[in-house]
């Protein structure tokens, strides 16, 4: 068991692994970690044909419902907002606001003619709320994880919020990534252990 810094790249790491497994203690949430080997990456890092069918499917029936002819026809963003136990936490994450889902949605509308917001949720009322309410949205629970975030991860874009989840989506999905600048709380925990530059592939 191998536990590294969630949120900075540690270069002195360099993991060689013939026969045997090895269970690494973090999200190693980093994209130097993985530069190198993207393209290779991305092809092992796939979710299972089941739960490929099922978000194609949701997102299918989501495009019938609202009438869009052709998947090529919308550009697909999805939405990842942490909420849970991050809200009134003590390690210093700046959870998303309002305003900063009215800013992530309103530059992806400005860059496309036709696009479409799924969100993803563990505080689904919340986010219900607070959504911008001058795009399309619709929001999406599928009583597992897997199900939800492979939806998602089948999107053109990403908005994310915080959290290893969210990571991880938006590297999975590709394309564009937008994310909360400011995701720890000055003199916080998390602003000690995060290393921006690391954690957040470079514009």
């Given at each position: 068991l191998l536990y590294l810094a969630p949120c900075?790249?540690?270069?002195?790491?360099?993991l060689t692994v013939q026969k045997n497994n090895i269970q690494l203690g973090t999200g190693l949430q980093s994209w130097k970690y993985f530069n190198m080997y993207d393209r290779q990456i991305r092809?092992?890092?796939?979710?299972?044909?089941?739960?490929?069918?099922?978000?194609?499917?949701t997102i299918l029936?989501?495009?019938q419902r609202r009438k869009i002819s052709s998947r090529k026809n919308i550009t697909l963003v999805g939405?990842?907002?942490r909420r849970g136990d991050k809200v009134g936490n003590h390690d210093g994450f700046n959870i998303a606001t309002?305003?900063?889902?009215?800013?992530?949605v309103s530059y992806y509308a400005k860059k496309y003619a036709n696009v479409l917001f799924l969100v993803i949720s563990?505080?689904?009322?919340?986010?219900?709320?607070?959504?911008?309410?001058?795009?399309?949205?619709?929001?999406?629970?599928?009583?597992k994880r897997e199900l939800d975030m492979a939806t998602v991860v089948a999107c053109d874009h990403t908005i994310m919020t915080i959290g290893t989840f969210g990571w991880w989506i938006g590297y999975l999905t590709g394309g564009e990534v937008v994310y909360v600048k400011d995701a720890a709380k000055k003199g916080s925990r998390?602003?000690?252990?995060?290393?921006?530059?690391?954690?957040?592939?470079?514009?």
């Open positions: 900075e790249y540690n270069k002195t790491t360099h092809k092992q890092l796939t979710f299972r044909k089941n739960i490929q069918n099922t978000a194609e499917q029936e989501i495009l939405v990842h907002i309002p305003e900063y889902l009215n800013r992530s563990d505080g689904m009322d919340w986010s219900k709320n607070n959504m911008p309410s001058h795009v399309p949205v619709e929001f999406i629970s599928l009583g998390f602003e000690r252990i995060i290393n921006f530059e690391d954690h957040f592939y470079p514009q």
